[in-house]
């Protein structure tokens, strides 16, 4: 399904483009990968001053899509706390090591399997490498252990077996942020693949402070259509 790509750059997360298939999208290296909710994984604030400041320059390179000086920065850290351990995954994913990042972050999983973060970033990375009913199923506990994440939410709905469940759980994200860009985009995009531009269009006008409401409708017809 097309509007999976969609849902990937919303994400921020480049893909190589649509497969005629309906399976989850490959990912490629780009720009503003996700998985760096990794300042939210619940042992982060215990991280000692020196290396939080440092974790947190980190997180704004890769935010930035410099890689490299993230790496740099996690390189000079000799803690394994997850929370570095788990940048360091995003940044290695970044650099298009998806197998190496998924590496880094199942260790972390065995110590906490009920993490909604690491879960969301394990998941996204089996998604690259097509393992995608362990991603599906990481995905899906995530949402299910933080139902009010709309990161854990798209993630689910990114790889949802099919394509109803996806669209019942991008309502429910829009339902409860309707201020989610990446949730009002896609279903925008379904809509638009239904035919329905009224409706597509109303998804966007919730979020005109974030977007080009009739630049986006424009540039989504033309992909979708």
Known sequence: MRWLWVALLALGCPARGPKASSEPVRIAAGPQMPGLCVSR????GRVPRQ???ALDDALVALQKGEAPTASTILGELRSEH?????????????AGQPEQALALVEPLLEQA???PCLLQQAALFAASLEQVDKGRAWAARAWELAPDDPEAG?????LAQEP???EEVLITVHERHPDYVPASMNLAAI??????LASAATYLEGVRDQVD??????????WLG
């Open 213 to 222: 409401v009739e630049g986006s409708l424009s540039a989504l017809y033309l």
């Open 41 to 44: 994984v619940p042992s982060a």
């Open 164 to 166: 109803a469940q996806a």
């Open 51 to 53: 290396e939080r400041d």
């Open 82 to 94: 997850p929370a570095i351990v788990a940048a360091r995954a995003a940044a290695t994913a970044f």
């Open 154 to 158: 798209m993630m689910h709905a990114l």
């Open 113 to 115: 399997p009920d993490d």
């Open 191 to 196: 809509r638009i693949g239904q035919g329905d």
